[in-house]
């Protein structure tokens, strides 16, 4: 183990912020592409999906195009040439896992996410997802401690065995868990070829000789030339395990500095999903007698689960409305219509009630006992079926 400290490229706080953002980006777009995955979907048709709301939001260029993989293609199972990292015709099914994958460049800034998520039911993805906690403590902590990166490959390998299950990652090319991101510096035109774009990896490449002249390495594996403490910056971290046919994973960006390591985010799918307040909430309930009534509030909007896009026309004469599948009714129109009251947006209170006039809803409100839904539409939360077109009177 080694314990030099690295004392220069620390990232400026612009530039975190500016990565941090599109971090942020890159997950919402897997999030909201998964929220509207259904039997059928294959996986070029979700790549697709994520391509396209990236693009819509800005992203003019990709370090990789969005990757997609199903069922047991999650845990790389008999994966050995490039082109079986691609996506394929293979169609969604319930209660399968799957991994969305995109790296996308936005005024010269790289993200890398790994968002990892099933259809329906799938209790063993859950303990996976539950035990993928500990790499990221790991991680984070042995960097700042100052090992080498080999010796944290290793240790995570170690709690991979511990937990029964296998190294995933080690099928990636090099074998790496990680690699370096930074500005994109390069004056070639923009293109993809084989589904990397060629400035991220000119710049890549650019890394890897001035890094191997130090004897270190942009990416992060277990051979020798990882044999060095993190050099500082911001490194790609994508841990990968599984068990039988399923594979779960994240991949987000660690920040490296010269005495100090941290997450650049902790605002993340994963994270809240581990941190946040249902990880608290659960805590509490298993402390707590089971007959113990629980009175919990929430004070952001409810997540969209299995939303699918629809449209609504504002009367019968006004504009007609797209709402894809993650965003709500409610935003839609608060976009043209920014008056459109609302309070809970949870389906409770009826601010954002209005009278439907035509269409199938899909009414996902709990309206309480002082305000009856009647005739009424929560933009908040109800929704319809995918193409079906609501009319409200608005
Ligand atoms: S804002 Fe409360 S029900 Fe929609």
Request: aromatic share 8%; charged share 25%; hydrophobic share 40%.
């Amino acid at each position: 183990m080694s314990h030099t400290k690295v004392t220069e490229n620390t990232p400026p706080q612009a530039e975190l912020d500016a990565f941090r953002e599109l971090q942020r980006l890159a997950y919402q777009a897997a999030g909201d592409v998964a929220a509207g995955l259904e039997p059928g979907v294959t996986e070029r048709e979700a790549a697709r999906r994520i391509r396209v709301h990236l693009e819509a939001h800005g992203v003019q260029d990709w370090f990789h195009t969005p990757f997609a993989w199903f069922g047991d293609r999650t845990a790389f199972r008999g994966f050995r040439a490039p082109p079986q990292y691609f996506p394929t015709r293979r169609a969604l099914e319930e209660g399968m896992p799957f991994i969305l994958d995109c790296a996308p460049v936005r005024d010269g800034c790289v993200a890398d996410i790994g968002y990892s998520g099933y259809l329906g039911d799938n209790p063993l993805h859950d303990r996976l997802m539950d035990d993928l906690r500990a790499h990221r403590r790991l991680i984070v902590e042995r960097v700042r401690a100052g090992d080498t990166l080999q010796d944290v490959y290793r240790a995570v390998d170690a709690l991979i065995r511990d937990q029964g299950y296998d190294n995933r990652h080690r099928v990636y090319p090099g074998r790496v868990i990680a690699h370096r991101v930074g500005r994109v510096r390069s004056r070639l035109p923009r293109a993809v070829v084989a589904g990397f774009g060629i400035r991220s990896l000119q710049t890549l490449v650019g890394d890897l000789v001035v890094e191997r002249a130090h004897h270190r390495s942009p990416l992060w594996a277990d051979g020798d030339v990882s044999a060095h403490p993190a050099t500082p910056g911001m490194w790609a971290v994508e841990p990968h395990i599984g068990f039988r046919d399923i594979g779960v994973k994240f991949e987000e960006i660690l920040v490296v500095t010269g005495d100090d390591a941290y997450w650049l985010d902790d605002d993340l799918p994963h994270v809240r999903r581990w941190d946040g307040p249902p990880a608290l909430i659960g805590a509490v309930r298993a402390r707590v007698p089971a007959d113990t009534p629980l009175f919990t509030e929430r004070f952001a909007p409810a997540p969209i689960v299995g939303g699918a896009p629809f449209e609504v026309r504002l009367g019968h004469d006004g504009p007609v409305l797209s709402v894809p599948a993650g965003e709500t009714a409610l935003e839609a129109v608060r976009r043209v219509r920014p008056e459109t009251p609302y309070s809970c947006r949870q389906g409770f209170c009826g601010t954002c009630r209005v009278r439907l006039l035509a269409g199938v809803p899909d009414h996902r409100d709990r309206p309480t006992g002082g305000s009856p839904r009647g005739e009424g539409f929560a933009l908040c939360v109800s929704r319809a079926r995918e193409g079906e077109r609501l009319v409200v009177d608005l």
